[in-house]
């Protein structure tokens, strides 16, 4: 076995830790940017949240040094040694005009006093967890079978199913809680949780769900009785929509079979999915940019939330001009220097990068906002044009990584709805006189010719996809039942209606 050496030349692309900052801070909603930022006060003393803005010294010099040598962002977690403590440099840090008010503070002009001082609110509520927890303290139970319930309930999911089963429920008791019960006493309690309301909970499918609401109404008097038996003998039938296997099984005239339907559909398939709150995050959505129509010319401004007032602690500047005018400098000393110099240091590369990330919203939505101006201005889909990622990437001269990781993540407030970033890019498709029109306009036109279909007699993707072709569109069947797909559109055969 023979060594040998040899002089290789490789090309190797690095991220710096303030690109990889800055990635994740484009990744956080307005929603969450909050928590982000107090994190990073709690982790850092020497950055602070003020109303006078930004400190102009440091954050100019901080874009100048990131600019000249950005392999080096990673400096201030360097470890102290007796050449730092020689050649300790604090003139950056303690220089004169620290007090003047940054130029490139991160509140937009354009904000209002009132919308700057405008909060999110929040509605309070309970959740579907506690409301049956609460209606389960009216049952008379001894310790153990309440604790059993407690872990039924723990076992319904957000839409009301019960989907662990019973046996498995009966293992997490004895592992978990050390308490030894039969599948039978489990299943007496799962019986008594489906009376709670509401109506339909703990089931454990779409069939037994409907079949307890059913049975619900029947005990308060309503004549249901062939709704029972639709679902009990017919329930695939009807998930299908084999009406008249329906109607022959069950000799119904065509009048029986449009109520009984009519009281099946109006049954709530997921009963836990309307009562409380699951995931605040997912109930509301926090806008990034509102975009207002002055007198038919767009304005673009971003939310208040992604503007916050950051600067370095006086306290800590304080600190490092007390030891530049001191005499007397010994060990212990420089330690606390080089430790306030890594916290300012950190400090200033969290400010550039929220100031870096709102020039990256900023750039990126008036890129869209231009390219699809015409349906900014209306709000008819039809108006949106093709779009895809590398257009906005060329006209901001962003990476496309970048711009996918805003597209995905927030959210704009137009005069006719709130949409996320990414519904406004789609593919193109030509037209018979060659014209390139959005996927977005021919999903639109085919969501609106199934609007209005007759639902007796619903259309066909054969018959979808002549009309779009008399309409000009030049596209394929297999390309209109896969945007039929993606619109969450079924076939027509589950899109009859009687």
């Known amino acids: 076995m023979s060594l040998n050496q040899s002089l290789q030349q490789k090309l190797l692309q690095k991220l710096s830790p303030q690109q990889i900052q800055l990635m994740k801070l484009l990744q956080v909603p307005t929603a969450i940017l909050d928590d982000r930022i107090k994190e990073e006060l709690e982790e850092n003393p020497a950055l602070e949240l003020t109303e006078e803005g930004f400190d102009e010294n440091f954050g100019d010099e901080m874009k100048d040094e990131f600019a000249e040598n950005p392999a080096e962002a990673d400096d201030y977690e360097e470890t102290s040694t007796d050449d730092n403590y020689d050649n300790l440099d604090l003139s950056d840090y303690v220089s004169d005009g620290d007090d003047d008010i940054a130029d490139y503070k991160l509140r937009d002009d354009n904000y209002g006093d009132q919308e ?65 019960v039969t599948e039978e006493e489990v299943e007496s309690l799962i019986k008594r949780i489906q009376h709670f309301d509401p109506p339909g909970v703990a089931a454990r499918n779409l069939q037994e769900c409907l079949l307890l609401q059913l049975n619900r109404m029947k005990d308060e008097g309503k004549d249901v009785d062939i709704a029972i038996q639709a679902i009990t003998r017919y329930f695939d039938e009807f998930t299908k929509k084999h009406y008249e296997k329906i109607q022959r099984g069950l000799n119904l005239n065509d009048e029986d079979l449009k109520e009984v339907m009519q009281q099946i559909t109006r049954l709530n398939p997921k009963p836990g999915g309307n009562v409380g709150e699951i995931n605040k995050a997912e109930s509301y959505v926090v806008p990034d940019f509102f975009i207002f129509n002055n007198a038919s010319k767009l304005e673009l401004t971003l939310n208040s939330k992604n503007a916050p007032e950051l600067r370095i602690s006086e306290g800590y500047r304080d600190m490092l001009r007390d030891y530049e005018r001191g005499t007397k400098k010994d060990k212990r000393q420089k330690e606390a220097v080089i430790f306030i110099k890594q916290k300012i240091d950190a400090a ?151």
């Open 348 to 498: 200033k590369w969290f400010i550039d990068a929220i100031k870096q990330r709102q020039h990256t919203l900023l750039s990126t939505m008036t890129a869209i906002m231009n390219h699809q101006y015409e349906f900014f201005l209306t709000g008819d889909e039809t108006q949106l044009k093709p779009m895809i990622l590398k257009d906005i990437a060329e006209k901001t001269g962003l990476d496309i990584s970048t711009v996918s990781r805003v597209a995905n993540s927030k959210f704009v407030q137009t005069e006719f709805g709130t949409y996320r970033l990414k519904f406004f890019f789609s593919e193109s498709l030509t037209t018979d006189s060659g014209e390139e029109v959005s996927t977005r306009e021919v999903k639109k036109i085919l969501s609106d010719l199934i609007e209005y279909e007759q639902k007796k007699k619903p259309l066909s993707d054969e018959r979808l996809t002549e009309l779009l072709q008399e309409k000009g569109y030049n596209i394929a069947r297999r390309t209109v039942a896969k945007y039929r797909e993606q619109l969450n559109i079924p076939v027509a055969r589950l899109r009859k209606e009687l």
């Open 116 to 180: 700057e001082k405008q909060t999110m609110p929040y509605k309070v509520e309970t959740s579907f967890y506690e409301v049956l927890e609460a209606q389960l303290g009216m049952l008379k139970l001894n310790e153990e079978q309440f604790r059993i319930a407690e872990q039924i309930i723990g076992s319904i999911d957000e839409d009301g199913y019960l989907r662990r089963e019973t046996s498995a429920i009966v293992d997490d008791l004895a592992f978990r809680q050390n308490i030894f």
